[in-house]
């Protein structure tokens, strides 16, 4: 990752940004601040290349939102407040909330078993239920291991329906229901199929219909190729030989749960609203999404041993709810989760005590996001101290 490190900035300036007394110099003292944080991510976009969207948002406002570089090559158009990102599996927690609102409506109950709703899976998976999909500990197999790479590509895509059909052909499971912890893409597209069955309508419409319009979240859609288009869409790209290709889509980009949102920034930040006020479950509700699951024995979960794609830290202790991770940082009490998709890198960083978010979304995919993020967290929690 390259760009001027956080530690060198004027801390003391946003100290006083964020804690001046009078009208005038605290605008004068947040101007110096915003110009601290735009320092991190301007030598990152410079020129058209393509870049990223950054908001920070701190006691229920917006204290810092700004676009770099553009959306695409080919028309060069600005990134700014309401471009649209591919979230990656930052989507998984829209995901896990659309499960969330139908256990609120009795239509679904977190002890459920996955074979109840999907009969047509193998007799191991009558162990498997919607907490433990939600959690990452359900065992399924990887779908995109069971794809035939001859089958599918950026032209033909994977769907949902297709996900299914793969894993009820799996006839055992990488481990026991709540045995052990594997982060698992498979377990977030069948968690988008059981929303559209148990509430008799499209993932992507009970999305609009349930969470993104309630919250006036109104260009924020989970995307189906051919079926609905992304306003304002920003296309992914990847550095290669010194610069930048159009790398926006693969065979996997069509599946809808564990990663087929786009948003932005206006956007999220009423998403980040909602979930600082309750808006959509309360508070009690909320809590079982923000619980780190224990394993069967009672025990601690830990990545998988051996690295992979999705193996953020092999072998070391990890902390998920549903649809975040729940590991602190720095000792402070932390939701969180990273998105990273062909062309793409997403995260959110919520600190809820310091009542703190902060969200990079990038269409390139030589950017850590994530630690950009925690970057500009950093400055603000050190302001505080």
């Known amino acids: 990752?390259?760009?001027?490190?956080?530690?060198?900035?004027?801390?003391?300036?946003?100290?006083?940004?964020?804690?001046?007394?009078?009208?005038?110099?605290?605008?004068?003292?947040?101007?110096?601040?915003?110009?601290?944080?735009?320092?991190v991510f301007a030598p990152l976009a410079q020129g058209k290349?393509?870049?990223?969207?950054?908001?920070?948002?701190?006691?229920?406002?917006?204290?810092?939102?700004?676009?770099?570089?553009?959306?695409?090559?080919?028309?060069?158009?600005?990134?700014?407040s309401v471009t649209d990102f591919r979230l990656a599996s930052f989507t998984k927690q829209f995901t896990a909330m659309a499960v969330m609102l139908l256990v609120h409506d009795g239509k679904l109950r977190y002890d459920e078993a996955l074979t109840g709703i999907f009969p047509g899976f193998p007799e191991y998976?009558?162990?498997?239920?919607?907490?433990?999909?939600?959690?990452?500990?359900?065992?399924?197999?990887?779908?995109?291991d069971a794809m035939d790479a001859r089958a599918w590509t950026p032209d033909h895509q994977i769907q949902d329906e297709d996900v299914l059909a793969l894993l009820q052909r799996q006839t055992a499971p990488k481990f026991a229901a709540g045995k052990s912890w594997a982060y698992s893409n498979s377990a977030y597209v069948v968690?988008?199929?059981?929303?559209?069955?148990?509430?008799?309508?499209?993932?992507?419409?009970?999305?609009q219909e349930r969470i993104f319009r309630p919250l006036g979240m109104t260009k924020?859609?989970?995307?189906?190729?051919?079926?609905?288009?992304?306003?304002?869409?920003?296309?992914?790209?990847?550095?290669?030989?010194?610069?930048?290709v159009e790398t926006d889509q693969s065979s996997t980009s069509a599946t809808l749960g564990d990663g087929g949102v786009y948003s932005n920034l206006a956007d999220l930040a009423k998403w980040d609203?909602?979930?600082?006020?309750?808006?959509?479950?309360?508070?009690?509700?909320m809590s079982a999404a923000l619980t780190p699951v224990r394993l069967a024995d009672g025990g601690a979960p830990n990545w998988p041993a051996a690295p992979g794609d999705d193996n953020l830290n092999p072998g070391k202790p990890v902390a998920y709810g549903f649809g975040w991770f729940l590991?602190?940082?720095?000792?402070?009490?932390?939701?969180?989760?990273?998105g990273s998709t062909q062309g793409f890198r997403t995260a959110i960083e919520?600190?809820?005590?310091?009542?703190?978010?902060?969200?990079?979304?990038?269409?390139?995919?030589?950017?850590?996001?994530?630690?950009?993020?925690?970057?500009?967290?950093?400055?603000?929690?050190?302001?505080?101290?």
């Open 350 to 385: 919520r600190f809820p005590a310091e009542k703190l978010t902060v969200i990079v979304l990038a269409n390139r995919t030589d950017l850590d996001a994530a630690a950009l993020a925690l970057q500009v967290a950093d400055l603000f929690h050190k302001s505080a101290n």
């Open 191 to 207: 968690l988008g199929l059981i929303v559209a069955k148990a509430s008799g309508e499209p993932f992507e419409q009970f999305l």
């Open 327 to 338: 590991d602190p940082y720095q000792g402070r009490p932390r939701m969180w989760h990273s």
């Open 49 to 80: 290349s393509p870049g990223m969207a950054v908001l920070v948002r701190q006691e229920g406002r917006t204290v810092f939102q700004r676009g770099y570089g553009v959306r695409d090559l080919g028309t060069s158009r600005k990134i700014d």
């Open 125 to 144: 998976a009558r162990a498997i239920t919607l907490r433990h999909l939600l959690t990452h500990t359900s065992g399924l197999g990887d779908y995109e």
């Open 220 to 244: 924020t859609l989970a995307y189906r190729k051919g079926r609905n288009t992304v306003p304002n869409r920003a296309f992914g790209h990847s550095k290669k030989s010194g610069g930048f």
């Open 273 to 285: 609203a909602a979930l600082q006020n309750h808006t959509l479950l309360g508070e009690q509700e």
């Open 1 to 39: 990752m390259s760009g001027k490190p956080i530690r060198t900035f004027a801390v003391a300036l946003l100290a006083a940004a964020l804690h001046a007394q009078s009208p005038g110099s605290a605008a004068l003292a947040q101007t110096s601040a915003s110009s601290q944080i735009d320092s």
